[in-house]
């Protein structure tokens, strides 16, 4: 059975976690944007179909591990400003096998018509989609 929200580690709000969501959207780009010149200034060769798939696998497990390092530590950035923390069902941090769930099922269902926000509306604790999944939550920090 599911445990919900502990008194000690209120679930952070719908709004707040989108408004996050936004935030690392704007921070993801720039990152991204960093790794894609990187990776072209190296390999010198942005037409060649190898090297655009290459670079799309290369920017993937950036993004894989930007995230999973950021989970695992808590926060990113992102949930650093808007002080939300990932925590598992328990409120201990996330194992990586978490993290890596987590990140897979947020690619995929947030991207796809927003199934995972719209989820969240409907949630008995508004919690997003690839969270119930990865058995985690994102709680306030500010408390």
Known sequence: MEKSATPSLPTAGLWRRISAIIYESLLLLALLFIADYLFLALTHNASS???KALLQVYLLLMMAAY???SWLRGQTLAMKTWRIRVVNLEGAPITLKQALLRFVLALVLIPA???????ALFD????????????????????
């Open 113 to 119: 018509f927003g199934i995972s926000l719209i989820w």
């Open 49 to 51: 179909p190898l090297f």
């Open 67 to 69: 995230f999973s390092w």
């Open 124 to 143: 008995r604790d508004k919690q997003f989609l690839h969270d119930r999944l990865a058995a985690t939550r994102l709680v306030r920090t500010d408390v």
